[in-house]
């Protein structure tokens, strides 16, 4: 393709980027350059022309005609519409002096480059144009000399235009298809690699949330009753410090141990995972959270609204039970290392099938020093993502109660199965 016309768009909106042609003439248009050249002047020195020449010109212009096509040879690829405008004058002069069967096939290699190299304009016109002049050249000469040969001459310009044209043109076609084909293979490998960046980054994203929920509940426990042993001169609260570091230690290897069975294949390790935890276990954890806080003055409370699942209704969807589960457990974890001595209430409520499952935690606020322990501070980004990725509404912040100040998290989840939402 000519460097002026770098790209065409196919159908199916593929766009195909052809690069720009070198201004050096490629070395096979040279050779065949060459050879026509070589092969025209041993013609015309053995007298093997088509006939005399005509109007009164002299024989030696047939070399001319030669050498113009030859030099359109050269350009066949650089500049291959150029070479069409030399060659369609050239094959004019080499009629009019006796005709070279070797100018002839030069014209037709031209015509062919034309459509195959030329900008996509030249596969619509060359192929008609040289239809049409086929025709008129038969009409003329027909009207002019009235002779059964002429469906011999309308014969021979057709396998000199019309045939290469349209080789061109097919092979073009061909090529151009080809092109749009590996294109669109490329298109599909990038979208599918995408895909698998998105998956591999959501994945990466869900396993950082568990690993989060599952370890900062145990550790910022160990880490408060851990200072609280280094601190306190009692034996007694030192004794129960380290028990309860002990216990979440081996929740903590538990929990941990389940996270990796559930990333391990189960077939290869001969074990299945445990079972995800459900709102059944939000008891459990409430008392967990009541001994790790036993020495922060802060006590806690579950209040369980839920009504009771009747016959024929839909238990709530295992991932809302999880987000649930897992915002208690973070919340409380928070409670842990950042609210002030009081009570922290955690209310879950159900109204009915078709109704959201709502988990509201508030926990006494005040401005401190510094948390109880450290954390990352990924525990409401993390939130915010589950209720996100299940379609529901999380808010969290101070806000001003009836006791104060309260650190309020709120959630909202869609919990309705596919039948409460028919």
Not at 46 to 52: N, V
Not at 78 to 103: E, I, R, Y
Not at 167 to 190: F, I, K, P, S, V
Request: with cysteine; glycine share 10%; hydrophobic share 50%.
């Amino acid at each position: 393709m000519a460097a002026d016309d770098a790209g065409a768009v196919l159908d199916g909106g593929v766009s195909v980027r052809v690069p720009a042609a070198s201004r050096r003439p490629h070395h096979h248009d040279v050779l065949l350059a060459g050879g026509g050249l070589a092969v025209g002047v041993l013609l015309w020195l053995l007298h093997l022309r088509g006939g005399p020449p005509l109007f009164g010109l002299p024989a030696a212009v047939t070399l001319l005609a030669l050498a113009a096509m030859a030099a359109a040879e050269l350009l066949r690829r650089v500049a291959p519409m150029a070479a069409l405008a030399v060659a369609v004058p050239a094959l004019a002069l080499d009629v009019a002096t006796g005709t070279l069967v070797a100018t002839v096939l030069m014209f037709t290699d031209v015509v062919y480059a034309a459509v195959l190299y030329g900008p996509p304009a030249a596969t619509r016109w060359v192929p008609r144009g040289s239809e049409l002049l086929t025709v008129l050249i038969t009409l003329v000469t027909a009207a002019l000399w009235p002779n059964p040969q002429v469906v011999l001459l309308c014969i021979g310009i057709a396998l000199v235009t019309v045939v290469p044209a349209w080789t061109g043109l097919m092979l073009r076609n061909h090529r151009d298809a080809a092109e749009a084909a590996r294109l669109r293979a490329e298109q599909t490998a990038l979208l599918a690699e995408m895909d698998r960046s998105q998956a591999v980054a959501g994945e990466r994203a869900r396993m950082a949330r568990e690993l989060h929920d599952l370890v900062a509940n145990h550790l910022s426990a160990i880490a408060i009753h851990a200072t609280a042993a280094q601190t306190l001169d009692d034996p007694d609260a030192t004794r129960t410090a380290l028990g309860v570091i002990r216990e979440n230690s081996v929740q903590g290897l538990a929990e941990m141990r389940r996270l990796i069975g559930l990333l391990r294949d189960a077939r290869a390790g001969g074990e299945e995972p445990a079972a995800t935890p459900t709102l059944d276990g939000l008891r459990a954890l409430v008392d967990q959270a009541r001994a790790n806080g036993a020495t922060s003055g802060l006590t806690f409370v579950l209040d369980d609204a839920r009504r009771p699942t009747g016959p024929g209704q839909a238990p709530v969807p295992a991932p809302v039970e999880l987000a649930a589960y897992r915002i208690v457990q973070e919340s409380l974890t928070n409670a842990l290392k950042h609210a002030a001595p009081g009570e922290v209430r955690v209310r879950i409520a159900h109204d009915g099938p078709a109704g959201p499952l709502t988990v509201t935690v508030r926990s006494p606020h005040a401005e401190r020093p510094g948390p109880r322990a450290p954390g990352s501070g990924a525990g409401l980004v993390g939130m915010r993502e589950r209720i996100a990725l299940l379609g529901g509404e999380f808010d969290a912040g101070p806000t001003d109660g009836p006791d104060g100040t309260v650190w309020l998290v709120r959630a909202a989840l869609p919990a309705a199965g596919e039948e409460g939402r028919r």
